[in-house]
């Protein structure tokens, strides 16, 4: 990295963070610190909502995915909209109705104390360890790509958003995310726009779509239904639409973004403006990552994009299998340039003979050099069966640091780190407040001042923020980190859904049912995932119908028993 990299890099972080905490510096009651004051405006919690959600891993995992695997993953989001209709009509009047501070005091209210401790302890225990890995994420790569040490990328990343998260609540949380995000848009189309003039100046982005479209990497669309399959139409759809219900619904470091609107309709507007524009900004990331696809068709590309994984190959005894793999590879890559260039005369020329046969020679090459890659990862694992061989998460940040201009390489940068820091800053927000107020104030002794619990709130996310750093110190590499964020969500989210879905609409089922129900479920739903029953997502459609379907039949059974039918 050059100077003006890091000047640039270091720059964007040290103003977001001195920003969010000049701009929050005088929260005086609880009111301020967890709901911002209630003064926020709609496109202040959109883009709030968006950044909360839009983490470092989405920018690094994500183009990785469509370069691929393609664009199908776009289908994964198809169930948001759907979800932010129904929180918009059934849980944003509620909330504020109630004018609660957190989501699980509503259960209180509606069920019972035990109820609410339940809910905020599976919040904590699935979102904190979702804190850990937003943090690690990109700390991994960029240590592994970069050289810089791991555990020290990790203290870093959490120590910034630790600094004006604790010192300015929600508040804090929501106006850096502003800057965030205009630093993540800015960078990405930046990025998009040089792919499109890196490549050959014959090539229009017609003909890129194309090229694209011919490697598979357009496929958007798979109605087959299929409980294995974790991104089709009704999977997105349907099993999604759980997720998202509860992510936004019901999951505190969401919900407490937009209970800082000043109003229910400041509420409503942000979550659908998030509606509108979240499904075609994931499709212009996954875009991205076709255009890095089509940049690689012409241009030199690593063997495996895991620096790590090749280091560890080449001081192993496969060295030189590993080094004919490359030679090979080295090989197809000219006859790759040479199958494009042929298709592109192909399309212009208009004759479709010429452009069936190019097109399959482009097929081919492209294929004979994925069986290339996959032989790659499996020598790599013979030699080392620590080191990540699926180079996924690693696709993006080597295009990043291998092909961008000085100082933009610093500004995507930025832009990873930013992702990271805006959706660590919701979780550790939301991670205190429900300690705070659903744990600690609810069950401490005593009458205390606004200022005591605005502490405590603070001191409790400075441990969580402390926690958060040590998982990510910890946590092991999955097969890809956008997906471990998704089933680690999964595996809770459609139990707690179940759990508000009862509370709103089944009013005769009563605390205890619920309760018991949920406890059930969740170990049933844990079993189902480690079995592998299913696609990760529909866990989330099988949590929420399983726990509603316990709950209403130990309500009956409670009653019946109660109040048994007379003898005749």
């Given at each position: ?17 001195g ?17 911002g ?10 883009l ?17 995915q469509?370069?691929h ?37 509503m ?8 109820t609410?401790?339940?809910a ?10 979702a ?5 690690f ?12 040490d ?6 870093i990343?959490?120590?910034?958003v ?20 205009f630093v ?16 050959p100046?014959?090539i229009?982005?017609?003909e ?34 759980f ?11 969401q919900?407490?973004?937009y209970?800082?609107g ?14 509108l ?13 076709v ?23 080449l001081?192993s ?9 490359k ?32 097109k ?14 996959d ?11 620590i ?11 080597h ?5 961008l ?14 992702a990271a ?6 979780e ?37 923020g ?7 110190c ?7 980190l ?51 029953w299913m696609s ?6 099988f949590g929420?119908a ?14 019946t028993?109660?109040?048994?039918p007379l003898?005749t």
């Amino acid at each position: 990295m050059a100077v003006i990299d890091w000047i640039i890099l270091s720059g964007t972080l040290l103003f977001i963070v001195g920003f969010g905490v000049w701009k929050t510096k005088d929260n005086r009651n609880v009111d301020d610190y967890v709901k911002g004051g209630n003064n926020a405006k709609w496109w202040t919690i959109g883009l709030s909502v968006m950044a909360t959600q839009a983490s470092a891993i989405t920018f690094l995992s994500t183009p990785g995915q469509a370069f691929h695997d393609g664009m199908g993953f776009v289908q994964f989001y198809f169930g948001l909209p759907l979800a932010m209709i129904v929180i918009c009509i059934v849980f944003i009047p509620i909330y504020h109705k109630l004018k609660v501070f957190t989501a699980y005091e509503m259960l209180e209210k509606r069920f019972d104390l035990k109820t609410r401790t339940l809910a905020a302890v599976i919040f904590l225990v699935q979102r904190g360890l979702a804190a850990g890995i937003t943090i690690f994420a990109p700390s991994i790569i960029l240590s592994a790509v970069l050289g810089w040490d791991l555990r020290t990328l990790n203290i870093i990343i959490g120590s910034l958003v630790i600094i004006y998260t604790v010192s300015g609540g929600t508040k804090a949380v929501s106006v850096t995310q502003k800057q965030q995000m205009f630093v993540i848009l800015f960078g990405m189309f930046f990025t998009f726009f040089f792919i499109l003039g890196s490549l050959p100046n014959d090539i229009s982005f017609s003909e890129t779509l194309k090229i694209a479209g011919a490697n598979g990497k357009l496929n958007i669309l798979d109605f087959e239904f299929d409980w294995n399959n974790r991104y089709n139409f009704w999977s997105g759809t349907l099993g999604a639409f759980f997720l998202f219900m509860s992510y936004f619904g019901a999951d505190q470091s969401q919900v407490q973004r937009y209970l800082s609107g000043k109003s229910i309709r400041e509420s409503q507007l942000g979550l659908i403006f998030n509606a509108l524009l979240k499904v075609p900004l994931q499709f212009f990331i996954l875009l991205v990552g076709v255009m890095v696809f089509v940049f690689y068709q012409y241009n030199p590309s690593p063997l495996n994009f895991n620096p790590a994984a090749t280091e560890a190959i080449l001081a192993s005894g496969l060295a030189d299998d590993y080094t004919a793999l490359k030679e090979d590879h080295q090989k197809l890559e000219l006859e790759k340039r040479m199958a494009q260039n042929d298709y592109a005369k192909a399309l212009k020329l208009k004759d479709f003979d010429a452009i069936e046969q190019a097109k399959l020679n482009v097929v081919a090459v492209n294929n004979e050099e994925r069986m290339n890659r996959d032989a790659a990862k499996t020598l790599i694992s013979e030699a080392d069966e620590i080191v990540e061989t699926n180079d996924k998460d690693y696709v993006f940040i080597h295009f990043i640091l291998n092909n961008l201009p000085k100082g933009l390489i610093g500004l995507l940068l930025a832009v990873i780190l930013s992702a990271a820091m805006s959706s660590t800053a919701s979780e550790l927000n939301a991670l205190g407040t429900i300690s705070a107020l659903d744990l600690y104030k609810r069950n401490k002794q005593g009458e205390f001042t606004q200022k005591h619990y605005v502490t405590a709130t603070k001191w409790f996310t400075l441990i969580w923020g402390v926690i958060a750093i040590i998982i990510a110190c910890v946590a092991n590499l999955f097969d890809n980190l956008i997906q471990l964020v998704n089933i680690i969500g999964s595996i809770f989210y459609g139990n707690v859904l179940g759990i508000f879905l009862i509370a709103f609409f089944l009013k005769f089922v009563k605390g205890n049912a619920v309760f018991i129900a949920a406890l059930v479920t969740q170990a049933i739903v844990i079993l189902g995932w480690h079995q592998d029953w299913m696609s990760y997502l529909w866990l989330n459609a099988f949590g929420c119908a399983l726990v509603v379907v316990l709950a209403l039949l130990l309500e009956v059974l409670d009653r019946t028993l109660k109040n048994p039918p007379l003898k005749t």
